[in-house]
C-alpha cells in the first residue's frame, strides 16, 4: 500500500460482480488503487486491488445490466478484465463518482508537480502506523537513525513524535480541507513536508 499511495480519499461498501458471482465488500479508494476486503470475524480481510490508473470507469444506466442499479464498471483493457461495482443508493453512486474523479484529478496533479514517495518516507510513514506502543516506537526509531543519517529533520521530527505521544499516527494525518469533510487523509501532509529527503 505505502508503495503506490499516500492517501485515502473515500470507503465504503459495495458490492462486486466478478465472474458471475455477487459479494459484499469493503472497499478503499486510495490514489492510484482501490483495495476491497470482506469482513470476517469482525475483522477485514484483503481480497485484492484494483490498479485505477490502468483502468476506465463505465457509468451503467440503471437496470441495463443483469438488473443493477446504481452501479458503473471497472475496466483494465491492460490485463482485459473488468468487474462491475454497485451500491445500495443513488446518492451512494454519485459520492463514489465524485470521489473516483477526484482521485484522477490527484494522481495528475502529483504527476505534473513531481511528488513521488521515496523508500525514506515510506520506512518513517510504516514504523510511525504499525508499533503498538510509544516505548516500542523510541526504540524502533532510534534504531532507524542509521537508516536516515542524512535526513536529520526527519529522524528528530520522528522519535519527538514518538516519545511525546501514544497517538503518533494521527499526526500523519493531512488536515481536511473545507467542503471534503468525511475524507481521512493518511500522509500526504508528513510525506510532501519531507518530499526533498533521500
Known amino acids: 500500500l505505502l508503495k503506490d499511495s499516500s492517501i485515502l480519499i473515500h470507503s465504503g461498501s459495495l458490492t462486486k460482480i466478478s465472474a458471475g458471482n455477487k459479494q459484499v465488500r469493503r472497499f478503499f479508494l486510495f ?16 481480497k485484492g486491488r484494483i490498479n485505477i490508473d ?85 526504540k524502533l526509531l532510534l534504531r532507524a537513525n542509521q537508516k536516515y543519517k542524512s535526513s536529520s529533520s526527519l529522524r528528530e ?12 499516527p494521527s499526526s500523519l494525518n493531512r488536515p481536511q480541507s473545507q467542503g471534503s469533510e468525511g475524507k481521512k487523509k493518511l500522509g500526504r501532509s508528513f510525506l510532501r513536508k519531507h518530499k526533498h529527503v533521500t
Open 31 to 46: 490514489d492510484h488503487q482501490l483495495i476491497y476486503c470482506r469482513k470476517l470475524m469482525g475483522r477485514l480481510q484483503y
Open 54 to 138: 490502468q483502468c476506465r470507469i463505465v457509468d451503467l444506466p440503471d437496470n441495463s445490466e443483469s438488473g443493477v442499479c446504481n452501479g458503473w464498471r471497472m475496466e483494465n483493457p491492460v490485463k482485459q478484465k473488468w468487474i462491475v461495482l454497485y451500491s445500495k443508493t443513488a446518492a451512494d453512486k454519485r459520492k463514489w463518482m465524485e470521489m473516483l474523479a477526484e482521485e484522477r484529478q490527484q494522481a495528475i496533479a502529483d504527476r505534473e508537480a513531481g511528488f513521488s514517495v521515496t523508500d525514506a518516507m515510506r520506512r518513517a510513514a510504516y514504523v510511525s502506523t504499525t508499533l503498538p506502543s510509544t516505548q516500542s516506537k523510541t
Open 157 to 168: 521530527e520522528l522519535v519527538t513524535m514518538a516519545v511525546q505521544t501514544d497517538t503518533a
